[in-house]
């Protein structure tokens, strides 16, 4: 949903509801597993964190509270929606003299031991989405390294006219939140280490 001015929180919150009983809005649900589906543009993008189980651990506390989306120009509604699979957000974007708002649901959850932890989770869009299909977020720890890193993985394609017209743009915007929110995380890790006694 495209606006000319910023959404009071009652119609984020009559949007977002109104959606949670809608199919999503692509048909390979789930693909952000494996392989994306033909016909998507695909973005990938990873970045180091730090090391050790508190980087991890600052890490995982930040996906479970939507941290990587606290960037000043987008956020998520209701910001503290639960991660848990089946949990509707709204994400609200500021930009360039207009807002957006869209709709998505967690489709799973990524919670894997062993040598290499993992945690995280993927969304998929839903009908009133400018855009159509998945994106998945995870944190992971090399326990055998020590290393912890943040990694965004996204399939999609417009979904809406204006998308379409306006695809440079969206495009631009896509490549903005993933290099903001790969800075946020690594900025809420370091605010760990800083933090330590020394």
């Known amino acids: 949903m495209f606006l000319p001015r910023k959404p009071s929180e009652a119609e984020i919150e009559r949007f977002v509801s109104s959606q949670k009983n809608l199919p999503f809005s692509y048909e390979r649900v789930g693909a952000t597993r494996g ?8 973005d990938r993008y990873r970045v180091g964190l730090g090391e ?41 974007a500021s ?38 299909g998945e994106e998945r977020f995870v944190v992971e720890h090399d326990r055998r390294s020590g290393a912890v890193s943040y990694s ?22 896509q490549r903005r939140f993933a290099r903001d929110s790969t800075e946020a995380m690594k900025k809420i890790v370091s605010a760990c280490a800083a933090d330590r006694p020394g």
């Not at 930040?62 to 089946?86: H, K």
């Not at 930009?95 to 649901?105: D, E, K, Q, T, V």
């Not at 965004?152 to 915007?173: E, K």
């Open 95 to 132: 930009h360039a003299g207009f807002w957006s708002l869209n709709p998505a649901r967690i489709v799973y959850l990524v919670q894997e031991s062993g040598d290499v932890e993992r945690f995280g989770f993927a969304y998929g869009t839903l009908p009133g989405h400018a855009e159509r």
């Open 152 to 173: 965004v993985f996204a399939f999609s394609r417009p979904n809406h006219p204006l998308a379409w017209i306006g695809y440079p743009f969206a495009r631009l915007l």
């Open 35 to 42: 392989d994306a589906p033909k016909g998507y543009v695909v």
């Open 52 to 92: 050790g189980e508190e980087a991890y651990g600052r890490a995982k506390d930040a996906l479970r509270s939507w941290r990587q989306f606290g960037l000043g120009w987008v956020g998520v509604r209701p910001d503290d929606a639960p991660v848990e699979v089946g949990a509707t957000v709204g994400v609200l």
